[in-house]
């Protein structure tokens, strides 16, 4: 995953971490949460060096969607469904942004 200053046309930064395509992004503060084809969610701290802050493999098919709800104790993922006649499912999670205080504010 890069991250780019689009006005000065710049990569600023690259994410490294996840092992596939990475269909979906959502951000809450400072944290980055990137959701891959291998169904790995991953959570990145942009303001520290060690960027990743927590990587679980979350599902076994592809997150093809993710969100932060607007108070950003929640997040939102939705699976990719194996075949075409099943709906996509998903899976609401309560997490604590708080986890990563101890690293200060932006």
Same mark, same amino acid.
């Given at each position: 995953?890069?991250?780019?200053?689009?006005?000065?046309?710049?990569?600023?930064?690259?994410?490294?971490?996840?092992?596939?395509? +990475?269909?979906?992004?959502?951000?809450?503060?400072? +944290?980055?949460?990137?959701?891959?084809?291998?169904?790995?969610?991953?959570?990145?701290? +942009?303001?520290?060096?060690?960027?990743?802050?927590?990587?679980?493999?979350?599902?076994?098919?592809?997150?093809?969607?993710?969100?932060?709800?607007?108070?950003?104790?929640?997040? /939102?993922?939705? +699976?990719?469904?194996?075949?075409?006649?099943?709906?996509?499912?998903?899976?609401?999670?309560? /997490?604590?942004?708080?986890? /990563?205080?101890?690293?200060?504010?932006?």
């Amino acid at each position: 995953v890069q991250l780019w200053d689009v006005e000065n046309m710049k990569r600023c930064r690259v994410l490294k971490g996840q092992d596939s395509r +990475v269909p979906c992004l959502s951000w809450n503060k400072w +944290v980055l949460s990137c959701g891959s084809r291998s169904g790995i969610l991953q959570h990145s701290d +942009v303001r520290i060096q060690e960027h990743a802050v927590s990587r679980v493999q979350a599902h076994s098919q592809e997150i093809c969607g993710l969100a932060w709800s607007p108070d950003g104790r929640h997040y /939102f993922e939705q +699976v990719k469904a194996v075949d075409t006649t099943s709906m996509p499912k998903y899976y609401y999670t309560d /997490f604590q942004l708080s986890q /990563f205080d101890h690293l200060g504010n932006p």
